[in-house]
């Protein structure tokens, strides 16, 4: 197989620096919920960061298959306090959106420099971002709707806690 284009190659290690960026996002995220005694929310969140450093770790095994360059970039730190539970959805259903455009833009520089196995590759994240948005969507709704204090919030903590 031919080797990966440069552009290509850096936009992926870009890619799995954002994909080791939410692990440790959703890993805030999870703190957060632990030290306001929400833990089935830290829980879910806590589930969500191993998601996301599997999915670097997908982008850091697809780079080494096809002969490229990892690069591993410093990870930014992430933000360790919100106003409240629903800022922290709101917040991770804004970040997937931005991820889903990530991913697009992906492939079509895959797609314009005519990488057939990598826009393969990233279809998978096509497909998984769709589920990704409607979690953090769903869950944002949900405490919309329940009002995000005092009794349905614990309901809400219970529900997402039985995540495995
Ligand atoms: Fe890996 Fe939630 O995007």
Do not use: C
Not at 51 to 75: C, D, N, P, S
């Amino acid at each position: 197989m031919t080797l990966m284009k440069e552009s290509l190659q850096e936009a992926l290690n870009k890619q799995m620096n954002r994909e080791f960026y939410s692990s440790y996002l959703y890993l805030a995220m999870s703190g957060y919920f632990k030290s306001l005694a929400l833990l089935g929310f830290a829980k879910w969140m806590r589930i969500q960061a191993k998601e996301e450093w599997g999915h670097g770790m997908k982008f850091f095994e697809y780079l080494g298959e096809r002969g490229a360059a990892v690069k591993l970039f410093a990870i930014d730190t992430p933000p360790a306090k919100w106003s409240s539970p629903l800022k922290v959805f709101e917040e991770s259903y804004k970040h997937e959106q931005k991820v889903t455009g990530w991913i697009y833009e992906l492939v079509n520089l895959a797609i314009k420099e005519q990488d057939h196995a990598t826009n393969n590759m990233l279809q998978w994240f096509v497909k998984e971002q769709v589920e990704e948005e409607a979690h953090a969507s769903m869950i944002v709704e949900q405490m919309k709707m329940a009002g995000s204090e005092g009794p349905s919030l614990l309901m809400i903590d219970h529900a997402l806690g039985k995540r495995e």
